[in-house]
C-alpha cells in the first residue's frame, strides 16, 4: 500500500465541521455529479432530474445547486457538464484518473471512470477501458471493492492503511489522519465485526444520534473493524459490502449515514425547493440584458418527444420552457417566454394540439367519446295528442304566457341542462357566482351520474378557459389524485372517464353538491364531494325506484304518453307540492323534457294550481280544460 507523507497529511487535516446543511449539499452535489455521470453527456436539467429520479430534488433546485457550484459544474449551451470533463488533455493518465475518482467522490466502475477518462482524452470508452483498468488495478493507488459480484474502485485514501511499517496503534491513527478523539466515543461499544459489520455501523450511527448529523467517517468505521479483527480485517472487503447494504448510505467524502439521516436529507430538499420557488431571480440576474427566446426546429423536435413520453396526458409550456430552456416560474422573463412558446406550438397544428391554457397534447389523441351526445341527453320525439277541444296537451308557448314566477324559473342555472340552456349573460346565476369565484357549486343530476358528465351551463363562462373548442383540465380530489376531463364546447358538455372515479363515491343518484375549487395553476382544479344535496334536485332512493318503474311500465312500453300526462302523474304520486326545479327533475327521471316545455303545461292546463312557489294538480279544475286566455301565447 502506498506510503502516506506528513506533507499530505496536512493537506487534508483540516476537517470541516458537519452540519446537516454541510451534508445536504454534498449529499445534493454527489447526486447531480453521477446522475451526469450516468447519462453519458452534457445534460439538461430535465435529464439529470430523470437520472436521479427523486421526487425531493426539484428541477429548480438542480439548477439553483448547479449554477452555487461552478468549481464542479459548467454550463454550455442550455446544458450542464462536469468540469473535470475539460481538464487539460495532455495531463498525466495517472493524475487524470485519480481527479475523475476524486470529483466522484464515490466508488466508481471502471466503466464509468472510462468514460470519464475518454471524455477528456478524446477517445472511446472503449479504446481506454483497458488501461483505465490496469491503472486502477496496477497503480498501487486504488482499492478493489466487490459489490454485488462488480467491481468498484476507490482510493486507498479512502481505506484504513494498516502498512507492516506501522509498529504502534498511534501510527495508524496518525498516517490515516485519524486522533484518539476521534475514536474515543466508540471504543467501549459491544460491536460484533466478525458475524455482523452492517450492524456494527448502524450502532456506530445510533451512538452518534446526538449528533446532527448522524455521520461517521469510513476511517472510523475501518479502524475499529481492524481492532477488533486483526489480521481478519479487511479494508476493501467491508467497504464493498457496506456499499451493497440497505441498511446504510454511502455519503461522499468516504463517509456514511442511515436512511433516516438520509431522509432528512430530502425533506431539507423540499424545503429549499419551496423557498427558492417563493423568492425572484438574484440580482445578477437582473442585471443581465434578456434576449428574446427563439424556438427553433430542433427546439420544436424536443417538444415532440416530451409530449409522447407524456402518452394520453396534456403537457404544459411551462414543462417546455423548463425542461428544453432551463426556464422557471422564477426567472424574470418567465411570463414572456411562456407566452413565446405557446404561440410557436399553436402555429404549429399539424404537431401539436392545443387543449386550452398552456395545455398540448398529440394531434389525434383526443378521447373518442368526445363530441358525442349520449342519447340519454337527447328530447325524444313525441307525437302530439289533441283533445276534443283541439287543443294540445304538450304545446309550446312564450315566455311571455308563463305563470308569475316561472319566466325567471326557467333561466336558473340549475334547472337548465345540455341541449336546454341559455346564454350564460341571460343566466340567473346563485348569489356570488361567476367566472371571476374562486369556488362554485354544481348539482348533479341522474342522468349525468349515470353517464360520467356535466353539463356546461352550470358552469359560469369564462370559469374555465373559453377556447378552444375543446379544452382539456385536470380535476385533484382531496388525496391529491388527479383525473383528466374535457369541456366540449360544441356540445356543451364536460367529458371524461375520471367523472366516472369522482363521481363512484357520491352516494345520491339526484342531486349532490360538488365543488369546484380553482388551484394556483391554471387549468387544474379542486374536485370536492361536500356530501351535501340540493333540496329540490335530491331525489330519494324509493323515490327514484318509483319513477323509474313508471318510465318502464307506462311510459316506454306502453301506448304514447303525453308529457302532460307524466306532469300530472309525478305530481299526483307526489307526497307534497313541488317546486318548479323539484318537479322538473322528477320529470327528467320519467322522459327528458324542457324547462319551457314544463313551464308551457303548467302555464296553460287549468288542473295545475300554483301558489306560494310550489306546484300541484287539482282535479276539479282540471274540468277546466285548456285556459283560453293563453292561447294568444302558444307557439
Known amino acids: 500500500m502506498a506510503t502516506k507523507t506528513v506533507e499530505s497529511k496536512q493537506r487534508v487535516a483540516a476537517p470541516v465541521a458537519l452540519t446537516i446543511d454541510t451534508v445536504a449539499d454534498e449529499y445534493l452535489v454527489h447526486n447531480l455529479h453521477t446522475a451526469i455521470v450516468s447519462h453519458g453527456e452534457s445534460a439538461k436539467i430535465a435529464d439529470i432530474a430523470r437520472a436521479i429520479d427523486d421526487e425531493s430534488i426539484s428541477m429548480g433546485l438542480i439548477r439553483h445547486t448547479l449554477v452555487r457550484n461552478p468549481q464542479r459544474f459548467i454550463s454550455i449551451d442550455r446544458r450542464w457538464d462536469i468540469n473535470t470533463r475539460y481538464l487539460d488533455k495532455q495531463r498525466p493518465a495517472q493524475r487524470l484518473l485519480e481527479e475523475i475518482v476524486a470529483n466522484y467522490s464515490a466508488p466508481i466502475t471502471a466503466w464509468d471512470a472510462a468514460h470519464e477518462f475518454a471524455m477528456v482524452s478524446g477517445r472511446t470508452p472503449e479504446g481506454v477501458l483497458a488501461t483505465v483498468e490496469k491503472m486502477f488495478r496496477g497503480s498501487g493507488r486504488f482499492g478493489e471493492l466487490n459489490v454485488n459480484g462488480s467491481s468498484r474502485y476507490v482510493p486507498f485514501t479512502w481505506l484504513l492503511d494498516t502498512s507492516d511499517d506501522y509498529t504502534k496503534d498511534a501510527d495508524v491513527l496518525f498516517y490515516n489522519f485519524l486522533s484518539e478523539e476521534a475514536i474515543a466515543p466508540y471504543t467501549k461499544l459491544k460491536l460484533d465485526w466478525e458475524n455482523d459489520p452492517i450492524g456494527a455501523v448502524e450502532q456506530l450511527l445510533a451512538h452518534s444520534a446526538k449528533k446532527t448529523p448522524r455521520v461517521i467517517d469510513n476511517r472510523i468505521v475501518q479502524y475499529l473493524a481492524w481492532k477488533a479483527l486483526g489480521e481478519d480485517f479487511d479494508a476493501a472487503g467491508l467497504y464493498g459490502a457496506l456499499v451493497a447494504s440497505d441498511r446504510v448510505v454511502v455519503l461522499s467524502e468516504h463517509r456514511w449515514t442511515d436512511p433516516e439521516t438520509a431522509q432528512t436529507l430530502r425533506n431539507l430538499f423540499v424545503e429549499r425547493a419551496q423557498a427558492l420557488a417563493d423568492v425572484p431571480e438574484e440580482e445578477e440576474a437582473e442585471a443581465e440584458e434578456a434576449t428574446p427566446l427563439n424556438v427553433s426546429d430542433e427546439d420544436l423536435v424536443e417538444f415532440e418527444h416530451i409530449l409522447q413520453d407524456a402518452g394520453e396526458r396534456a403537457v404544459r409550456s411551462s414543462i417546455f420552457l423548463q425542461e428544453v430552456f432551463e426556464i422557471g416560474a422564477g426567472d424574470r422573463t418567465f411570463a414572456n417566454d411562456i407566452q413565446t412558446v405557446t404561440d410557436a406550438l399553436q402555429a404549429r397544428t399539424d404537431r401539436f394540439e392545443w387543449v386550452g391554457y398552456d ?277
Not at 469 to 481: S, Y
Not at 505 to 515: H, L, Q
Open 359 to 635: 395545455r398540448f397534447r398529440v394531434p389525434g389523441t383526443l378521447p373518442p367519446y368526445i363530441g358525442q351526445m349520449p342519447e340519454n341527453l337527447t328530447f325524444p320525439i313525441v307525437p302530439q295528442i289533441e283533445t276534443p277541444e283541439g287543443d294540445l296537451l304538450d304545446q309550446l308557448m312564450e315566455d311571455e304566457g308563463f305563470e308569475r314566477g316561472l319566466e325567471r324559473e326557467v333561466l336558473s342555472s340549475v334547472a337548465q341542462d345540455v341541449n336546454d340552456q341559455e346564454p350564460s349573460e341571460s343566466t340567473v346565476w346563485p348569489e356570488g357566482v361567476s367566472a371571476d369565484s374562486a369556488t362554485i357549486d354544481l348539482v348533479l343530476k341522474a342522468h349525468h351520474k349515470e353517464i360520467g358528465t356535466f353539463p356546461l351551463c352550470q358552469i359560469p363562462l369564462g370559469f374555465l378557459a373559453v377556447e378552444p373548442n375543446i379544452v382539456e383540465i385536470v380535476l385533484r380530489d382531496r388525496n391529491g389524485v388527479t383525473y383528466q376531463a374535457f369541456a366540449d364546447y360544441d356540445t356543451q358538455l364536460l367529458y371524461g372517464l375520471g367523472l366516472f372515479d369522482l363521481y363512484s363515491d357520491i352516494a345520491a343518484d339526484s342531486g349532490a353538491i360538488v365543488r369546484l375549487e380553482k388551484t394556483g395553476i391554471a387549468g387544474e382544479f379542486t374536485f370536492i364531494n361536500t356530501g351535501e344535496t340540493h333540496p329540490e334536485v335530491y331525489v330519494s332512493p324509493e323515490r327514484m325506484e318509483q319513477l323509474q318503474n313508471y318510465r318502464a311500465t307506462e311510459v316506454e312500453a306502453g301506448p304514447t304518453v303525453a308529457s302532460f300526462d307524466i306532469v300530472k302523474y309525478v305530481l299526483e304520486h307526489s307526497n307534497a307540492a313541488m317546486s318548479f326545479l323539484a318537479l322538473l327533475t322528477e320529470v327528467n327521471i320519467v322522459r327528458r323534457i324542457s324547462r319551457r316545455q314544463l313551464a308551457s303545461i303548467l302555464s296553460g292546463w287549468s288542473g295545475f294550481s300554483h301558489r306560494s312557489g310550489v306546484w300541484t294538480y287539482d282535479h276539479k279544475k282540471a274540468a277546466q280544460g285548456y285556459n283560453k286566455a293563453k292561447r294568444k301565447y302558444t307557439i
